[in-house]
């Protein structure tokens, strides 16, 4: 069964710097997009950045733009979220999604993900 192990969560000053790595495991297709969401606690999960393991191509949050960096290494199976210039609004539960085929909506839509990881703690204090 597909895994993704989500790590690299931690605590940070803001204007800090952390990177999560997301590592996808016993598939036997992969994945035709990857992206990260977070949720805060009260808030509802929303969109960071997503990434097309075979065009590359990105895409980002308004909120996040110029701040993080989805990358992938390995053929897609390690996903990277490097964040710089850390926020205490950025601190959240961050997820690792997987999917296989056509979005029904766009990457942005965590209803359209097959896969889930277990999430990575990211605290920035002010």
């Known amino acids: 069964q597909v895994q993704l192990v989500e790590s690299g969560g931690g605590s940070v000053q803001a204007g800090g710097t952390l990177r999560v790595s997301c590592a996808v495991s016993?598939?036997?297709?992969?994945?035709?997009?990857m992206s990260w969401f977070r949720q805060a606690p009260g808030k509802e999960r929303e969109k960071v950045a997503g990434?097309?393991?075979?065009?590359?191509?990105?895409f980002y949050a308004d909120s996040v733009k110029g701040r993080f960096t989805i990358s992938q290494a390995n053929a897609g199976n390690t996903v990277y979220l490097q964040m710089n210039n850390l926020k205490p609004e950025d601190t959240a539960m961050y997820y690792c999604?997987?999917?296989?085929?056509?979005?029904?909506?766009?990457?942005?839509?965590?209803?359209?993900?097959?896969?889930w990881g277990q999430g990575t703690q990211v605290t920035v204090s002010a």
């Open positions: 999604a997987a999917k296989w085929g056509p979005f029904s909506r766009d990457w942005s839509y965590a209803g359209d993900y097959n896969k």
């Open positions: 016993k598939y036997t297709l992969r994945p035709s997009f």
């Open positions: 990434i097309n393991p075979r065009s590359g191509s990105t």
